[in-house]
């Protein structure tokens, strides 16, 4: 029954934003480490973003720091990924991701949402 569902990918153009977001449910939320991971056609995936328990400490790629947002609600038991001055690179499935700190075989994915950065 755990499950991470993502929503608010779609089509944009260049320059534009969109903000994603990934509701959970079924585990610990607010002690999990929450990232957003990304994979274009053809490419490996990649980590775009984390979030960690507690202290809330950021990190990012560098193709995303300036650009991107990850923020978590543990009350919502939600985390977001707001996506600004977005380029056609960044077109991918975007996979939001739950890992314990410390027992990592406890490591959760959701099913990915589609965002598009096109003229």
């Known amino acids: 029954q755990v499950q991470l569902v993502e929503s608010g990918g779609g089509l944009v153009q260049p320059g534009g934003s969109l903000k994603l977001s990934c509701a959970a449910s079924?585990?610990?939320?607010?002690?999990?480490?929450m990232n957003w991971y990304r994979q274009a056609p053809g490419q490996e995936r990649e980590l775009v973003a984390s979030?960690?328990?507690?202290?809330?400490?950021?990190t990012y790629a560098d193709s995303a720091k300036g650009r991107f947002t990850i923020s978590r609600d543990n009350a919502e038991k939600t985390v977001y990924l707001q996506m600004n001055r977005l380029r056609p690179e960044d077109t991918a499935v975007y996979y939001c991701?739950?890992?314990?700190?410390?027992?990592?075989?406890?490591?959760?994915w959701g099913q990915g949402t589609q965002v598009t950065v096109s003229s």
């Open positions: 991701n739950a890992r314990h700190g410390y027992f990592r075989t406890y490591n959760y």
């Open positions: 079924g585990f610990a939320f607010s002690i999990y480490h």
């Open positions: 979030i960690s328990p507690a202290t809330n400490t950021t």
